[in-house]
Protein backbone atom coordinates (compact mmCIF):
# COMPACT_ATOMS: atom_id res chain seq x y z
CA UNK A 1 0.00 0.00 0.00
CA UNK A 2 1.42 3.30 -0.61
CA UNK A 3 1.67 5.94 1.95
CA UNK A 4 -1.09 8.61 1.95
CA UNK A 5 -0.54 12.63 2.44
CA UNK A 6 -3.82 13.20 3.64
CA UNK A 7 -5.49 11.55 7.13
CA UNK A 8 -9.22 11.05 6.60
CA UNK A 9 -11.54 12.35 8.75
CA UNK A 10 -14.53 10.96 10.15
CA UNK A 11 -16.79 9.30 7.44
CA UNK A 12 -14.37 9.63 5.37
CA UNK A 13 -12.16 6.73 3.28
CA UNK A 14 -8.60 6.23 2.01
CA UNK A 15 -8.58 5.70 -1.79
CA UNK A 16 -6.48 6.38 -5.13
CA UNK A 17 -7.84 8.68 -8.30
CA UNK A 18 -6.52 7.50 -11.31
CA UNK A 19 -6.81 9.38 -14.55
CA UNK A 20 -6.05 8.21 -17.82
CA UNK A 21 -6.45 8.63 -21.88
CA UNK A 22 -8.62 5.37 -23.72
CA UNK A 23 -9.22 4.74 -27.16
CA UNK A 24 -12.79 3.96 -28.35
CA UNK A 25 -15.24 2.84 -30.78
CA UNK A 26 -18.08 4.30 -28.84
CA UNK A 27 -19.56 7.07 -31.17
CA UNK A 28 -20.46 9.16 -28.13
CA UNK A 29 -16.70 9.99 -28.26
CA UNK A 30 -16.44 11.82 -31.64
CA UNK A 31 -12.57 11.85 -32.39
CA UNK A 32 -12.23 7.77 -30.91
CA UNK A 33 -10.75 8.88 -27.47
CA UNK A 34 -11.48 9.89 -24.13
CA UNK A 35 -10.46 10.40 -20.21
CA UNK A 36 -11.69 8.10 -17.70
CA UNK A 37 -11.21 8.90 -13.84
CA UNK A 38 -11.54 6.71 -11.14
CA UNK A 39 -12.11 6.40 -7.94
CA UNK A 40 -10.05 3.04 -6.12
CA UNK A 41 -11.31 2.13 -2.55
CA UNK A 42 -8.18 1.50 -0.66
CA UNK A 43 -9.75 -1.46 1.70
CA UNK A 44 -11.37 -3.06 -1.04
CA UNK A 45 -9.37 -2.26 -3.87
CA UNK A 46 -13.08 -2.02 -5.63
CA UNK A 47 -13.83 0.81 -8.28
CA UNK A 48 -16.02 2.99 -6.25
CA UNK A 49 -16.83 5.64 -9.27
CA UNK A 50 -15.92 5.37 -12.87
CA UNK A 51 -16.21 8.89 -14.54
CA UNK A 52 -15.97 9.19 -18.51
CA UNK A 53 -15.91 12.14 -20.48
CA UNK A 54 -14.74 13.52 -24.14
CA UNK A 55 -11.40 14.89 -24.21
CA UNK A 56 -12.77 18.26 -24.86
CA UNK A 57 -15.03 18.27 -21.97
CA UNK A 58 -12.11 16.71 -19.74
CA UNK A 59 -10.05 20.49 -21.00
CA UNK A 60 -13.04 22.32 -19.62
CA UNK A 61 -13.13 20.48 -16.23
CA UNK A 62 -10.20 21.15 -15.69
CA UNK A 63 -11.03 24.78 -14.93
CA UNK A 64 -14.85 24.40 -14.87
CA UNK A 65 -17.42 21.70 -15.50
CA UNK A 66 -18.35 19.38 -18.07
CA UNK A 67 -20.42 16.70 -19.25
CA UNK A 68 -19.72 13.27 -18.04
CA UNK A 69 -21.01 9.77 -17.64
CA UNK A 70 -20.40 7.69 -14.85
CA UNK A 71 -21.05 4.26 -12.88
CA UNK A 72 -20.82 4.86 -9.15
CA UNK A 73 -20.68 1.39 -6.74
CA UNK A 74 -21.24 2.62 -3.11
CA UNK A 75 -21.93 -0.52 -1.78
CA UNK A 76 -17.95 -1.56 -1.76
CA UNK A 77 -16.95 1.25 -0.09
CA UNK A 78 -15.32 0.71 2.94
CA UNK A 79 -15.42 -3.50 2.93
CA UNK A 80 -12.53 -5.89 3.00
CA UNK A 81 -12.16 -7.46 -0.28
CA UNK A 82 -12.16 -11.71 -0.23
CA UNK A 83 -11.38 -14.28 -2.26
CA UNK A 84 -11.06 -18.20 -2.42
CA UNK A 85 -10.53 -20.96 -4.90
CA UNK A 86 -12.51 -23.77 -4.99
CA UNK A 87 -12.61 -26.91 -6.84
CA UNK A 88 -16.01 -27.50 -8.66
CA UNK A 89 -16.82 -30.46 -10.94
CA UNK A 90 -18.43 -29.50 -14.05
CA UNK A 91 -22.32 -31.17 -14.61
CA UNK A 92 -22.89 -32.67 -18.01
CA UNK A 93 -25.77 -30.00 -18.77
CA UNK A 94 -23.34 -27.20 -17.89
CA UNK A 95 -20.96 -29.09 -21.08
CA UNK A 96 -23.75 -29.03 -22.91
CA UNK A 97 -24.34 -25.42 -23.04
CA UNK A 98 -23.65 -24.11 -26.75
CA UNK A 99 -20.29 -21.40 -27.17
CA UNK A 100 -22.73 -18.42 -27.52
CA UNK A 101 -24.49 -18.52 -24.23
CA UNK A 102 -21.36 -19.49 -22.13
CA UNK A 103 -21.52 -15.99 -20.40
CA UNK A 104 -25.40 -16.05 -19.83
CA UNK A 105 -26.99 -16.70 -16.57
CA UNK A 106 -28.84 -20.35 -17.58
CA UNK A 107 -30.50 -22.48 -14.80
CA UNK A 108 -27.59 -25.37 -15.21
CA UNK A 109 -24.69 -22.67 -14.22
CA UNK A 110 -27.26 -21.37 -11.29
CA UNK A 111 -27.13 -25.16 -10.29
CA UNK A 112 -24.00 -25.65 -10.50
CA UNK A 113 -22.65 -23.06 -8.31
CA UNK A 114 -25.72 -22.55 -5.96
CA UNK A 115 -24.11 -24.23 -2.95
CA UNK A 116 -21.12 -22.35 -3.34
CA UNK A 117 -23.14 -19.03 -3.66
CA UNK A 118 -23.64 -18.81 -0.04
CA UNK A 119 -22.57 -16.14 2.62
CA UNK A 120 -21.94 -13.55 0.50
CA UNK A 121 -19.67 -15.52 -2.33
CA UNK A 122 -19.75 -14.87 -5.70
CA UNK A 123 -18.48 -17.23 -8.21
CA UNK A 124 -16.35 -15.82 -11.06
CA UNK A 125 -18.29 -18.17 -13.56
CA UNK A 126 -16.44 -17.41 -16.76
CA UNK A 127 -13.72 -19.60 -15.06
CA UNK A 128 -15.29 -22.72 -15.62
CA UNK A 129 -15.15 -21.86 -19.21
CA UNK A 130 -11.52 -20.86 -19.09
CA UNK A 131 -8.75 -23.76 -20.12
CA UNK A 132 -6.07 -22.27 -17.85
CA UNK A 133 -8.28 -23.29 -14.98
CA UNK A 134 -9.94 -26.32 -16.07
CA UNK A 135 -8.59 -30.41 -15.40
CA UNK A 136 -10.57 -32.79 -17.17
CA UNK A 137 -14.44 -32.14 -15.70
CA UNK A 138 -13.52 -29.98 -12.59
CA UNK A 139 -12.36 -26.10 -12.76
CA UNK A 140 -10.66 -23.95 -10.12
CA UNK A 141 -13.15 -21.30 -9.92
CA UNK A 142 -12.29 -17.92 -7.63
CA UNK A 143 -15.25 -16.65 -5.32
CA UNK A 144 -15.52 -13.29 -4.12
CA UNK A 145 -16.83 -10.85 -1.47
CA UNK A 146 -17.15 -8.16 0.23
CA UNK A 147 -17.66 -7.89 4.06
CA UNK A 148 -18.11 -5.64 6.31
CA UNK A 149 -14.80 -4.40 8.57
CA UNK A 150 -15.25 -5.14 12.43
CA UNK A 151 -13.99 -2.85 14.61
Known sequence: MREHTLAPKKH???????IG????????????????????????GAHIC?????????????????????ELRPQFAGKRHEHKTEVVTISSAVEKIGYGKRRDA???????FAAYEIDGW????????NNHRRKGNTAEVTFDRYVEVQP
Open 12 to 18: QLRGYVR
Open 21 to 44: KFSTNDDRYPTGQGFSIIIIDELS
Open 50 to 70: DVTMTIEAFGTAINSQADCVF
Open 106 to 112: HPAIDKL
Open 122 to 129: KARREDIW
